[in-house]
């Protein structure tokens, strides 16, 4: 169990440009849940697949943000022509199937908007 | 409202005093719910899970439920500096594993 790993862990870019974060979860879970984590809040829910289907999506999230889990195993977090308002942790989590099982974060990409 | 509230603290308490961190939820549909700890810069890390009403113990750490007061609660046996941190409560909806909502943390400082 090598733990959820996310890259790159910063990011620094300019307003308007794309970047792309990449997320691998631990080793056959197949849930996986992105979140963003702004200073002083607690982490606010994205997206979330089971498998490589994404199964729901946040009404607050912009259509510039897209996912990805093209084979069921690790996901990428796409954010288009991005804001300075996107200056944020992007968190990753995956968990097992079945019923309340915890989620388990991995170290975040600190996304800065210039 | 927000769904999940919790005191922003900080929470101060003397070492080796017992930490209390509550929370309340205003979504009945919440089935489980779980506390976190985040150090700051780093990414919340799991500490317990509780899903019944009552107690549940794992070591120092005792989660409780109260569904009927809609409220969860983490109590910190024997604090110390090491714990300092925030401390993240968030409930999910019953029965699946879908997105989790997180209060804003409290944040913990234990003294010397």
């Known amino acids: 169990d090598t733990g959820v790993s996310q890259d790159p862990r910063h990011k620094i870019t300019k307003r308007g440009q794309n970047v792309t974060f990449r997320c691998d979860p631990i080793s056959e879970h197949n849930r996986l849940y992105w979140y963003r984590q702004t200073l002083g809040q607690g982490p606010e829910f994205l997206t979330y697949?089971?498998?490589?289907?994404?199964?729901?999506k946040s009404r607050l999230l912009s259509d510039r943000f897209s996912a990805e889990r093209p084979k069921g195993s690790f996901s990428t977090l796409e954010i288009q022509r991005t804001e300075q308002g996107d200056s944020a942790m992007y968190l990753c989590?995956?968990?097992?199937?079945?019923?309340?099982?915890?989620?388990?974060f991995g170290d975040g990409t600190r996304l800065s908007i210039l | 409202q927000k769904e999940v509230e919790q005191n922003s603290g900080p929470l101060s308490v003397p070492e080796g005093a017992i930490a209390s961190l509550n929370c309340t939820y205003s979504d009945r549909g919440s089935q489980s719910f779980f506390w976190y700890r985040q150090y700051s810069g780093k990414s919340p890390e799991l500490i317990m899970s509780?899903?019944?009403?009552g107690d549940k113990e794992d070591g120092r750490f005792t989660a409780q439920l109260n569904k009927a007061s809609q409220y969860v609660s983490l109590l910190i046996r024997d604090s110390q500096p090491s714990d300092s941190a925030t401390y993240l409560c968030a409930g999910g909806p019953a029965g699946t594993a879908s997105k989790l909502t997180f209060g804003t943390g409290t944040r913990l400082q234990v003294t010397l």
């Open positions: 509780i899903y019944s009403n």
């Open positions: 989590a995956s968990s097992p199937l079945g019923n309340n099982q915890p989620q388990h």
């Open positions: 697949f089971q498998n490589e289907a994404q199964l729901e």
